[in-house]
Structures are given as structure tokens and as C-alpha cells.
């Protein structure tokens, strides 16, 4: 008889040591896309076996019900489209494992909306420069949504110039959605992103599309000058080309629209002379007495300081 009896429960218990219940849902975690859906996530990522999920909802202060479903081969993760639910609010999230041989349960999770909002990224309007301040750029943006102002928002604003990969980040807040970027390069072009989250929410926004915008322009700084002097012609007059360049080390914070060249001899500036041109050089015939030449460099706020040089007179020992 107890061969017998053993015969009838072996297969009873190869068939118990076979059955594999899912894994109990665990790390269960969710995020609020505003406006979109409801994401929640949870472990483990993968099953044995084939594996059905029901993911149980209460919201609405617990008044409302709904679920969404997954499956292992989808993953472990499910959204809720409909209906959208808003701050304030909290909800519950229970998710259910059912395979073959049986279903296991997940603790309850509770969710304040705030804490899980993710809120789509500004747009950013304008990178324009601020009349008279050189060194600052002003940013304007505006949100997707009007439920939140921009006071229950906080910002981070990251900006490189236009060849360099090193950004630089600066977190603040702001009522008006108008940010002034301070401590910049003068006539330098910069790339500037943001991105918000809301006031104690784990979740920022993405980045937001990139604006780039230039700085004001400076006046232009000093130059350097330089001659050739040529042999005398005929008439006593002698050819003298003059070169010039931004001053060594200076850098280019300024568009130049042209050159301003005045020239007078020594000891008589009633006899003053002044030509405009566009480029580096100019050749001026000058008589065979000594003579004062500057240059100035000019944009639209004003012009370089004075490079001056003496030419001497023809047959002076230099």
C-alpha cells in the first residue's frame, strides 16, 4: 500500500515543484506628463514566463477607479491616457502579476501629483541684447500651459558661444518670464537652452529647443600703425602707404564699418587732411616736410582712440 500511495503523490508533487508564480511588483514609480499621460514603471523588468499586468488606479481623492494593462513582452511599465487628472490631486497605484499559475499582488503605492509632474519645456521667444549694457542678454520665453505662473516654476538656463561645447548652467526663478543674462563676452554670439520643473516636483522638464543671440558690440579699441616710405617723385612730393590693424592682443568685440585718416605737417594743423576708407592701408603723397599722420577706426557707437605717427621729411636721418 505505501508504494502504492507514493505512486499517486510524486506527480502531485513534480507538478508543485514546477508551478512559478510571477514576482511580486516591486520599486513601483510614476510620472506625470502634464497633459499627457500617467507613466508608472516597476520591477522586475523581466519574467521566466509569460506575464499579464492590471495596474489598479484610485484618483480623484480616492472618488474615481480605472486601470491599464501590460504584458511581460510589452515591459513592465503602462500609461493612463484618459482622463487627464491635474494637480491638486493624489492617487493610489496597485499593480497586479498573473501568469499561469497563479497572480501576486503588489503593495499600494501612494502619489501627490505635485511631486511627479513633468512639465513640457519653455519656448523660448528671444536672445536679444540690452541697449548700452555690452556684456548682457535678455531672454524671453513662454510656458505651454497657463495652469502653473511662472513663480511655481524654477529655471535652469544653460549658454556656450557658438564654438565652444563647455555649458554653463544658472538656476533662478522668475515672475515675468523674462530673465536678463549677466557677465557675458561684447559682441559674442551665444547658444542658450532652458528647462523648468515644477515647485517640488522630482521631475524637470527636458531641454528646450536652442536660440542663440549676440551681445552689444563695443567701440572699437586701438590699432596698430605702420609705414613705407617710398623714394621722392619728381615734384618733390613723396608716396608714404600706410598699414594698420587691430592693436596685438585685442580682441574682436566690434563690427568696424571704416577708417578715418587725417594727416597734417608739423607745426601747422590748419593744414589738416582727412580721407575715409574701408580698408587696411592707404597710400597718401605727402610733401617732403615732416609730417603728422592718425588714424581711428569707427562703428556705430563711436570711434577707436588715436594711432599717431610722425613722418619724417625727406633727407631726415632716421
Known amino acids: 500500500?505505501?508504494?502504492?500511495?507514493?505512486?499517486?503523490?510524486?506527480?502531485?508533487?513534480?507538478?508543485?515543484?514546477?508551478?512559478?508564480?510571477?514576482?511580486?511588483?516591486?520599486?513601483?514609480?510614476?510620472?506625470?506628463?502634464?497633459?499627457?499621460?500617467l507613466t508608472c514603471t516597476w520591477s522586475p523588468e523581466k519574467e521566466t514566463s509569460y506575464t499579464k499586468y492590471v495596474v489598479k488606479r484610485t484618483?480623484?481623492?480616492?472618488?474615481?477607479?480605472?486601470i491599464c494593462k501590460a504584458n511581460s513582452s510589452t515591459g513592465t511599465w503602462c500609461s493612463f491616457f484618459s482622463p487627464t487628472i491635474t494637480p491638486p490631486d493624489y492617487f493610489t497605484i496597485e499593480v497586479e502579476a498573473q501568469n499561469k499559475d497563479g497572480t501576486v499582488t503588489s503593495d499600494i503605492t501612494h502619489w501627490t501629483l505635485n511631486t511627479i509632474m513633468k512639465m513640457e519645456p519653455p519656448k523660448i521667444l528671444s536672445v536679444?541684447?540690452?541697449?548700452?549694457?555690452?556684456?548682457?542678454?535678455?531672454?524671453?520665453?513662454?510656458?505651454?500651459?497657463?495652469?502653473?505662473?511662472?513663480?511655481?516654476?524654477?529655471?535652469?538656463?544653460?549658454?556656450?558661444?557658438?564654438n565652444s561645447t563647455h555649458w554653463v548652467k544658472v538656476n533662478f526663478q522668475s515672475d515675468d518670464l523674462v530673465y536678463n543674462l549677466k557677465g557675458l563676452q561684447a559682441f559674442t554670439e551665444y547658444i542658450v537652452a532652458?528647462?523648468?520643473?515644477?515647485?517640488?516636483?522630482?521631475?524637470?522638464?527636458?531641454?528646450?529647443?536652442?536660440?542663440?543671440?549676440?551681445?552689444?558690440?563695443?567701440?572699437?579699441?586701438g590699432l596698430d600703425l605702420w609705414r613705407v616710405l617710398r623714394p621722392a617723385e619728381v615734384d618733390g612730393r613723396r608716396p608714404v602707404q600706410l598699414l594698420w590693424k587691430k592693436a596685438r592682443g585685442a580682441p574682436v568685440l566690434e563690427k568696424t564699418f571704416g577708417y578715418i585718416i587725417s594727416y597734417f605737417p608739423e607745426n601747422n594743423t590748419n593744414l589738416t587732411q582727412t580721407i575715409s576708407t574701408t580698408t587696411q592701408q592707404c597710400e597718401l603723397h605727402l610733401g617732403g616736410k615732416t609730417y603728422w599722420v592718425s588714424v581711428t577706426s569707427y562703428n556705430s557707437l563711436g570711434k577707436s582712440p588715436v594711432a599717431t605717427m610722425r613722418i619724417p621729411a625727406v633727407g631726415e636721418k632716421q
Open 1 to 37: 500500500k505505501m508504494w502504492m500511495w507514493a505512486l499517486w503523490i510524486l506527480p502531485l508533487l513534480y507538478k508543485f515543484s514546477l508551478t512559478a508564480l510571477p514576482a511580486k511588483p516591486e520599486n513601483t514609480s510614476c510620472i506625470l506628463y502634464y497633459k499627457k499621460n
Open 59 to 66: 484618483y480623484s481623492y480616492g472618488n474615481k477607479r480605472d
Open 128 to 162: 536679444k541684447p540690452i541697449l548700452g549694457f555690452k556684456k548682457m542678454m535678455q531672454i524671453k520665453w513662454e510656458l505651454y500651459d497657463s495652469l502653473f505662473s511662472s513663480s511655481n516654476l524654477n529655471y535652469t538656463l544653460r549658454f556656450r558661444t557658438v
Open 194 to 221: 532652458m528647462q523648468c520643473v515644477v515647485n517640488g516636483s522630482y521631475f524637470w522638464s527636458d531641454w528646450s529647443q536652442e536660440k542663440m543671440g549676440i551681445t552689444e558690440e563695443e567701440v572699437p579699441s
